[in-house]
């Protein structure tokens, strides 16, 4: 309980101080000091759950099990490691973009209070309260799309605002819908939203009013996963604002709304049993794929390119959970959210250095070794080269798509053959070649880059065994 | 009992027309001022509710209804139109007769949509299922056919209304944190866009969205 409180409770101090100083000098280091502290509490967290199994605390409204401490651990992982990446950029930044004070203040207390956002979805047990979350985090990075407040970026946070309103607007519908289908098993009240509760009592669940509601949710948070065709949002979002935000939106954000659809799935499946609320992923999946891998060519802004990659990969996982290939799916989680947000770093500091996002202007970077290798061994892990743990949970996902529906085989490799296409040939412009571009004023952050690159390599080439066996308990749970 | 549900119904159909009056409503200020009206209707309806009901938790919400959509929103809505001066800015891009035209199919598929629900409710207020489902179908319509973003603010936000009509007729509502959420959701979402406008405004020298690039779509 106290590490719940600690997880939660970390970010949103953070937030608050960082609100108020967060335009001081030593402020991106007070923002990594907070996430670091959070991410120790979820170790702390991890640990419980790993020693006494899964919990509900705090008068049952949050609720602790292998598949979501795992998400927590991840979420905490990924947020500090960018806020040490944060600090060179944002330094780098304030001068280039000549930030005012008030600008930092924003930034860095929306990061926080973004954090605490996710991290409240991902704990709570409560339906109504995750998407109380979801928008939050909608809310709390709008601003955060907008900060440079170009016109670009403007008009992207405001396709981001309403969409995403939208698309969020119709989860709450669906929530009510399962409210409606609960509340007549558990009664009216405060239990008849806990996921616990609810879990216990699928069986018994009204199937027509949860098939309704099933589609409303994944339509709903559907958008916020980036699913096509309501994906429109993502490429702007991730291209306008800064690059630190991209990085938590793809490696973060995105991975927590697919938390949300696959917690309602567990649910729906319960209550149904048929492979509706499967099929629905599967096809929402494929279309995800297929078109992104498409739209992957066409693409000339750098960070752009790597938006809908991550669409690419979300759709991919999408499909993974339909095929019920949870154990894939969750490893494609991990290694999708290390991999992209190391791409983002390196991305962040390549177009530092250039001064320009569009591709065909930025070269030579591999004269700055850890900018130009990691852009470049970052593309060759996210597109599944082996030995990258991408290549091992593409590979169990193909090869559970064999077994179970042999037909979606070849669009898959289609899809990933074509994205290889894509992404590899416009990578290897920008690394080698003639070097353009000036100095840094603050040293690019190269120590996030090469975790991140270390861990995808050692999840490629061997899953220490407490770490399977936590994912095979999550696949379990999943069902 | 029966009186109290044919007021429902009353109230119900109120809603309904209002969000036809609100698609077909060209001036900012009055768009507004149906909002506010929209609200207290729904305000109105809940506590009928709550009073034939006895579901005492649905008297706070209708208070927060009421505080929220009849008093601090409008009034942080009239309060921005005033100082973006736009007071008197109308819609002109809407086709009206259309757009009717569109609404009136939307209700008749949510009807259809809504009748296994509604035959599974217990509620009193099964019958305004539909209605509640056209609601927020209706504001949708109003997002997508409006340029100006104000506009497009007070269509989610009636569409918000939409939703919580739709969860105190199907369930008497949601349990009292989840309201209380969605209204802080709801409060702050409404405050970051009064910051956004003013950052559009300087930069677009207008509120009319049809002015921005349109935003390449590969």
Redesign the interface.
Known sequence: MMEILAVLGLPLAGGALLALWGHEKWAPELNSMASFCTFIASILLAWKVLVSGSMVVLNEQFFIDSFNVFLVVLTAFVAFTTTLFSRPYMRNEAVLSSLSNYQLRLYHSMYQIFCFTMLLALTTNNLGILWVAMEGATLATVLLVSLYRTRESLEAAWKYFILCGVGIAQALFGTILIYFASEKVLGAGGTALLWTHLDAAKGSLEPTVLSIAFVFLIVGYGTKVGLVPLHSWLPDAHAEGPTPVSAVLSGLLLNVALYAVVRCKILVEGALHNRFADDLMIGFGLLTVLTAAFLLWRQKDIKRLFGYSSIEHMGLMTFAFGIGANFAGLLHMTVHSLTKSAIFFSVGHAVQRSGTQTMEAIRGLIKFPAIGWGLMLGALAILGMPPFGVFTSEFLILTHAMQSHPWSTPVLLIALGVAFASIFGKVQSMVWGEPAGKELLHAQASLPILLHLAMVLLLGLYIPPYLARWYSEAARLIG | MALSSQFINLLASILLLLAFAMLSQRRIRSLIRLFMVQGMTLAVSTVVIASTTN?SHLYYSALLTFSLKVVILPWILFRMIRQLNVEWDVETLINIPSTMLVGIAIVIVSFN?AL??SH???TITRSTIGIAMAC?LLS?LM?ITRSK?IS?VIG?LS??NG?FF??TS???G?????EL??A??VL??VL??G??FF??R???ESLD?KH??K?E??
Not at chain 2, 174 to 178: A, D, E, K, Q, W
């Open positions: 579901q949509l296994p629900i599974l409710a217990g927020v949708l997002m973003a497009q989610f569409m918000e939703l739709a969860a199907t369930t008497y949601m349990p009292m944190v989840v959420g969605v802080l959701d702050v979402g970051i866009l910051v956004f950052q559009i300087e930069k677009f969205l921005l690039e935003a779509e590969e």
